[in-house]
DNA sequence: GTGAAAGCGCTAACAC
DNA sequence: GTGTTAGCGCTTTCAC
């Protein structure tokens, strides 16, 4: 065994013998002060601060079972989604006193099992948001350990699923309202729940406003994709708007647009989901908004419940969405 | 004492007891293979496998003092800079074979340094980017623990800068073949070591192709910000091209300008900074490029290097920017 | 090449 | 309210 109690390193017997006190009272100091009396919990913090003492983490979880850490899992940290969302959840998670491992998957699902196998033993817990695993490895992992799925509706596991119902009910009532009656959704990727839902939701808000539906499909779903779709989009004779599967769709779309000199709203009024690009294209984009940053605070604290077996029940926390309307919006044009 | 060894949570002695061999022998297997023969290390992780044992993490760090994690803090994960370069260093550790924790300082020095303490003992390193901490306070960690910087110059400890001054460069050559004679750079915080260097860099190449620069401050570097800057931009009545501290800053600027029917690059050239936004706004934006993803490999790889006693000197790892011209510039307009 | 045993720093019975 | 003490699961000297 080697001592590294050479440098630096003030552990808890260096409190206790400086309080001319037990370990165990400095211990409780920390972690269950109201057994003691305040005079020795002031005391303790006092040496402890004067001396720089921390508990080290690893005891404590050896001794405790309780590792203070939870983990975020998440395909893409580069896809505009998750950032707000990873924010919250993690400002959440630090206000709690935990601190959070970031997993990202690449969008791969032997990946994204792996780095939860690393994590697991120092986790008391996971978020895993759009997870990419089948729903057998994650109902096995949820077994095993708490977990909180984000955009995954698997019964039995507590989850926040952003349902973009009335979101696009309502994108749908203002295109309505504007006239159109011809419209196009541009899907996401066909294994995407969040795809799932809103094409759901689209098919239904037209047949209840009676509008013409055409649906294209578009590969992975980006800027780039947005762009090469634009043809494809214009071929579609009577359409004069268009909802895509998220913002960086439509704003890929409104490059190809502006590129071809079509003018938006006039000529084709486009509608992005996530809001994630705030007003930040030309014109602003009218988009369905969702509050990612809540998912992911409310992700955190459904977690935060499991973790005190508060949990209980079949938690299925659905979060709403409503349309902003901005500039890329306006009366359908006439034929 | 709480005996958790109830449900689950195979241990070292499970493993050595059904191999009939002593625990020291697991452990070996899997921290010291070479020190035995080859079928008992072989017999081991059949074992281990078969029982589904994985070496818990926190007994070995206290036991070994080495946790096999690092953090990487950074002022705001939503800032669209960070999540490449996250993404980068979160891939390279998870190689090495260490788990990355996330803190988010949310630009606050106070926040930082908390996120910092509460780490510290989980964790063999930091990677502090864009720190928001006094260089006092990174120097005192840094003589705690290893240290990596990203765009903070702090000699003695080990850096990644991103220069800009090639393609700072080269924008501004690149206005003046245009015919551009009068510039403006809207800078950044004057806090943020980036900035320094862009202002810089661009007064020097200003001086150097004899442009005219006039510079106009911006508070907190965002789309807002930028669009709220149009109107003192084209109060600037000579000057055809901008160069602004970021892309966002940048694109918040073709916002305003389009918002006043000002034709980009016609009337004015826009230039960015970081190359965030990819081709992804209308015109597609002309920016100094700088690969933020490969800033956040290195930062690790230096980390790395750290940890295994192999940072040595005083390494300054400086990453080189380039002009990707899009969209935004053009011939300067004749007045 | 392998085993016995002493810790790593902390917490939690259990006494007092 | 506080102290004593036995572990938490692992690694690592020493022996052999």
Redesign the pocket.
């Known amino acids: 065994?080697?001592?590294?109690?050479s440098n630096a390193?003030i552990?808890?017997?260096d409190v206790a013998r400086a309080a001319?006190?037990?370990?165990?009272?400095v211990?409780?100091a920390?972690?269950?002060p109201h057994?003691?009396?305040p005079e020795?919990v002031a005391l303790v913090r006092k040496l402890a601060d004067q001396l720089g003492?921390?508990?080290?983490p690893a005891?404590?979880a050896?001794?405790?079972g309780r590792q203070g850490n939870i983990a975020i899992v998440l395909p893409d940290i580069a896809n505009p989604f998750f950032p707000p969302l990873l924010r919250a959840a993690q400002a959440a998670a630090d206000a709690a006193g935990y601190s959070v491992f970031l997993g990202d998957s690449d969008e791969n699902s032997t990946r994204e099992a792996r780095l939860i196998g690393k994590l697991t033993m120092q986790v008391e817990g996971f978020i895993l948001a759009s997870s990419r695993m089948t729903n057998r490895k994650i109902v096995e992992l949820g077994e095993r350990q708490p977990v909180v799925l984000i955009n995954r509706d698997i019964p039995g596991l507590p989850r926040v699923l952003i349902d973009p119902a009335k979101g696009i009910g309502a994108a749908v009532e203002h295109l309505s309202q504007l006239g159109h009656k011809n419209i196009a959704y541009v899907s996401g990727p066909a294994a995407s729940w969040s795809n799932q839902q809103r094409e759901y939701a689209v098919e239904k808000s037209c047949a209840k406003h009676k509008l013409r539906l055409r649906t294209l499909p578009i590969g992975h779903p980006d800027f780039e994709s947005g762009r090469e779709i634009t043809e494809k989009v214009l071929a579609l004779k009577r359409v004069t708007a268009v909802i895509t599967f998220d913002d960086s769709v439509a704003h890929g779309l409104l490059a190809g647009l502006a590129e071809r000199g079509i003018d938006v709203p006039r000529a084709l009024s486009v509608i992005g989901c996530d809001d994630v690009l705030g007003a930040s294209t030309y014109p602003a984009l009218t988009s369905v908004s969702a509050r990612c940053d809540e998912a992911g605070r409310l992700a955190f604290e459904l977690l935060h419940k499991s973790l005190n077996d508060e949990g209980g029940d079949d938690i299925r926390s659905v979060l709403d969405t409503w349309l902003v309307a901005r500039g890329t919006t306006g009366p359908a044009r006439i034929d």
Chains 1, 2 share one sequence.
């Not at 001319?20 to 009272?25: H, K, P, Q, V």
């Open positions: 065994m080697t001592p590294r109690r390193a552990i808890i017997d001319g006190i037990s370990t165990a009272t211990s409780r920390f972690s269950r057994m003691l009396r020795t003492y921390q508990p080290n005891a404590r050896l001794s405790t």
